[in-house]
């Protein structure tokens, strides 16, 4: 499933005036999530024909094993879209040899993994990527900002994981914050339950000035099947105006 949304930052991002961004989030790649779902996965990002691509976190669900076994890395390397592709932590990735498998994804995959740090692409706009909450050492937001210098005039794009506080990307001053891990609940009646624990489990809102999307995901976590939720990815249009 294609998740379309329209989104307008009320700032300027220099000579791009809009941009398609293709956002995936809890692919679970493993044993059960193998080669042939990371193809599947790729070609339907592709199709989409984005300008940028973010994963939100949990691109591998536990062993690094399966995915070099099987050269996982040859599927996402046919991501080439104009402003490059990135992602944050999810908390999966610190589920067993944490950084070899953040490290795989950053030099073989060429994603690249943005870890309490800020990236400023094409003098344009900011991409902000938060370690995910389980990582002991995480820094607060307003931190990251001010240790990044970064210039809140540009628009700023937050990835992280978890939505538990939609609060603090509000109150810093992002443009668009993005999550994933809820999987919106992926078997009913926990759909319920998330909704419950979760400003938003599933879905947009606009909070203030910025513009809030998490998704479901695209893959699965525990049992291998939904019922009740759908898998997605997000596809946002965005537009620029300082008008």
Same mark, same amino acid.
């Given at each position: 499933?294609?998740?379309?949304? #329209?989104?307008?930052?009320?700032?300027?991002?220099?000579?791009?005036?809009?941009?398609?961004?293709?956002?995936?989030?809890?692919?679970?790649?493993?044993?059960?999530?193998?080669?042939?779902?990371?193809?599947?996965?790729?070609?339907?990002?592709?199709?989409?024909?984005?300008?940028?691509?973010?994963?939100?976190?949990?691109?591998?669900?536990?062993?690094?094993?399966?995915?070099?076994?099987?050269?996982?890395?040859?599927?996402?390397?046919?991501?080439?879209?104009?402003?490059?592709?990135?992602?944050?932590?999810?908390?999966?990735?610190?589920?067993?040899?944490?950084?070899?498998?953040?490290?795989?994804?950053?030099? #073989?995959?060429?994603?690249?993994?943005?870890?309490?740090?800020?990236?400023?692409?094409?003098?344009?706009?900011?991409?902000?990527?938060?370690?995910?909450?389980?990582?002991?050492?995480?820094?607060?937001?307003?931190?990251?900002? #001010?240790?990044?210098?970064?210039?809140?005039?540009?628009?700023?794009?937050?990835?992280?994981?978890?939505?538990?506080?939609?609060?603090? #990307?509000?109150?810093?001053?992002?443009?668009?914050?993005?999550?994933?891990?809820?999987?919106?609940?992926?078997?009913?009646?926990?759909?319920?339950?998330?909704?419950?624990?979760?400003?938003?489990?599933?879905?947009?809102?606009?909070?203030?000035?910025?513009?809030?999307?998490?998704?479901?995901?695209?893959?699965?976590?525990?049992?291998?099947?939904?019922?009740?939720?759908?898998?997605?990815?997000?596809?946002?249009?965005?537009?620029?105006?300082?008008?």
């Amino acid at each position: 499933m294609v998740t379309q949304k #329209e989104i307008t930052v009320e700032k300027s991002a220099g000579d791009i005036s809009s941009m398609r961004i293709a956002v995936v989030s809890d692919i679970h790649l493993g044993y059960l999530i193998d080669r042939r779902y990371a193809k599947k996965y790729v070609d339907l990002i592709l199709e989409q024909e984005p300008d940028l691509v973010l994963f939100v976190g949990d691109i591998i669900d536990a062993e690094i094993a399966p995915i070099v076994n099987q050269k996982m890395e040859e599927e996402f390397l046919r991501l080439k879209p104009r402003y490059g592709v990135y992602s944050c932590t999810g908390n999966h990735e610190y589920r067993y040899e944490a950084e070899t498998k953040i490290k795989w994804l950053n030099d #073989e995959a060429n994603i690249k993994m943005i870890r309490d740090s800020a990236v400023l692409i094409d003098s344009s706009f900011y991409i902000v990527g938060r370690e995910d909450y389980v990582n002991p050492e995480r820094d607060s937001l307003e931190s990251i900002l #001010e240790n990044e210098n970064v210039d809140k005039s540009f628009p700023m794009i937050v990835l992280n994981h978890t939505p538990d506080n939609l609060v603090e #990307e509000m109150e810093n001053g992002a443009d668009i914050a993005l999550y994933g891990h809820t999987h919106d609940g992926q078997v009913f009646p926990f759909n319920i339950f998330t909704r419950m624990v979760f400003e938003v489990s599933r879905g947009y809102k606009k909070k203030e000035n910025t513009h809030v999307f998490v998704s479901s995901g695209v893959g699965l976590s525990g049992p291998q099947y939904r019922i009740g939720t759908k898998s997605e990815i997000v596809v946002l249009d965005v537009t620029f105006s300082d008008n």
